[in-house]
């Protein structure tokens, strides 16, 4: 799950979670990402929706619990991988471990 950060403060979205059966969230800019076992999903939606929050996202995905650093041509090679995977029809996701840094992504961009 995931919501704008303009909606409510960390500490009060984190106990609401945390009250709800929730793991814990992660801010990434101006999203918090709500972290949940997938029987307390549905529990931790209701409370949030409750409260007058709205959800930018709400789903069960697989979350990696270890990661694989990947830099340079591997990082280049993993991306078009992902994105040739992405462009078949028969693939509804594609779920993966790896950990590209912000400064490589950004390389790769421009």
């Not at 979670?17 to 990434?28: C, F, Q, R, S, Y």
């Not at 076992?37 to 959800?55: I, M, N, S, W, Y």
């Amino acid at each position: 799950m995931a919501l704008n950060t303009n909606q409510i403060d960390e500490d009060t979205l984190l106990e609401l979670v945390l009250e709800a059966g929730g793991d814990d969230i992660k801010t990434e800019a101006d999203v918090y990402e709500i972290v949940t076992a997938p029987e307390a999903f549905e529990d931790v939606r209701g409370t949030l929706e409750q409260k007058g929050l709205t959800l930018d996202v709400a789903e069960v995905t697989m979350m990696p619990q270890n990661t694989v650093p990947v830099e340079g041509k591997q990082a280049e090679q993993v991306l078009r991988l992902m994105e040739a995977l992405d462009d078949q029809d028969d693939v509804r996701k594609a779920h993966a471990n790896f950990d590209i840094s912000d400064e490589v992504m950004a390389a790769l961009a421009s």
